[in-house]
Every structure is written in C-alpha cells, then in structure tokens.
C-alpha cells in the first residue's frame, strides 16, 4: 500500500513545475484553474457491527481530470466536473469469503492479514469558491460536492497459520457508491473529506443482521492546472 502512496506522489508532482512554467509566460484572462487532482487518504469504517473492528492503517489515493467551467466574470465561482481512478484498502476483522456460490461474512480470528480492496472510476462533481486571479497561483479555495464511483474489482485476502484465502468479485460489494466531498486549503496543500452515503455491501448478513458498512475518508487533496 505504501509504494502506491509514493508513486503516485511522485508523479503528481513531478509534472508541476513545467504547468506552471507555461502559464507564466501569457497572462490569460480566462484562465482555467485546478485540472488534475490527487487525494491521498485514510479511511474510517462507519456503522459497524459491534464485534467488528479496525486493525490496521486503512487508506487508498485517487487521481484524475476535472473540467473546470466557471461561473462568473471573476471566475472565483465554477464548477467542476471529473473522472478519475480511486484504489482503497479496508483493513479489519470482518472475514468475506466465497463458498459453493455463497458468500460468508464471518469474524475472522487468529489471522495474520484480513482485509478487502477496491478499485473503482470516480465522478467528482465539486462547486468551487477560490480567490484565485490569472496571476496567483497559491490561493484559499473551499471546494464541496459529491462524488461517484463505479467498482471495476473488488478482493479480499485472507491470512492465517495454515492458508492463504484470496476471493475475488464478491456479487455482495456494492458496484456503484457516492458520497458528499469537501476539500478546503490554501496553494496547494488541501484538507480533504469524504463521507460514504452508500453502503459497501448490497444483502449482506454478518450473525443474522444486515451489514450497513460506509466509510469515511479523510486526508489531503493537491490541485495544479
């Protein structure tokens, strides 16, 4: 998990310089601010049953597009509207495995590794307020909205002292999730918020009670054009 957190961050930052390099040489009035993102975050399991816990760092990043459109002359006020690729890692003590076409929610114990995966396309959909102008690039911005995703894979994996027990595509993840955003800083450093409106599992029983599992994302959100 931590290798993706570098790479990416990396990455990102590697093609900042030569943005800005291009927007310096022509004062553009119509400049559009804020193209790429990546959130880098720590996840928070929301309405859990009373016996499952967390255990271990639960995280995952994003990154992608989002179409800047303002709103008015200033262009202070916009909107933006994206696509991007989110990877998420749940670690806890909720055991998802596959048996005869069924899937079992058990507590798992005595284990090593217990936890599930995501990789999923987002939809961010984000109002934006900034005091940018076409000369200042470091500025105060409060970006909300909501975001959606599509789950393209989901896996668990399970460890103990005698097996290693890996499941794939569990019918029960729940394929489309949204959620409300707000991201909030100064240049390019950005506290970030998500909070799971959907549940990760679709019919799901743990002991005979449905499982309403969200998750809370928070973390920070870098922004360069």
Partial sequence: MNKYFLIVFF????IKPQAQVNNDSIIDLKYLEDQLYLSLTYTILS?????????????GFSLGFIKDIPLNEQRNLGLGIGVGYAYNVYVQNLKVSRDNQTTLFELAEDYKTNRFGIK??????????????????SFWRIYGGIKFAYLITAKTKFTDSEVVLTTKNIPEFNRIQYGATLAAGYGNWNLYFYYGLS???NDALFNGK??????VNIGLKFYIM
């Fill in 120 to 137: 999923a396309i987002e939809m961010p959909f984000e109002f934006r307020w900034r005091t940018s102008t076409p000369e200042k690039y």
């Fill in 47 to 59: 309405n859990k049953p009373e016996t499952i816990s967390q255990n271990g760092f639960s995280g």
């Fill in 210 to 215: 449905k499982i309403d599992l969200k998750d």
């Fill in 199 to 201: 549940p990760l599992f």
């Fill in 11 to 14: 990455l990102f930052y590697a």
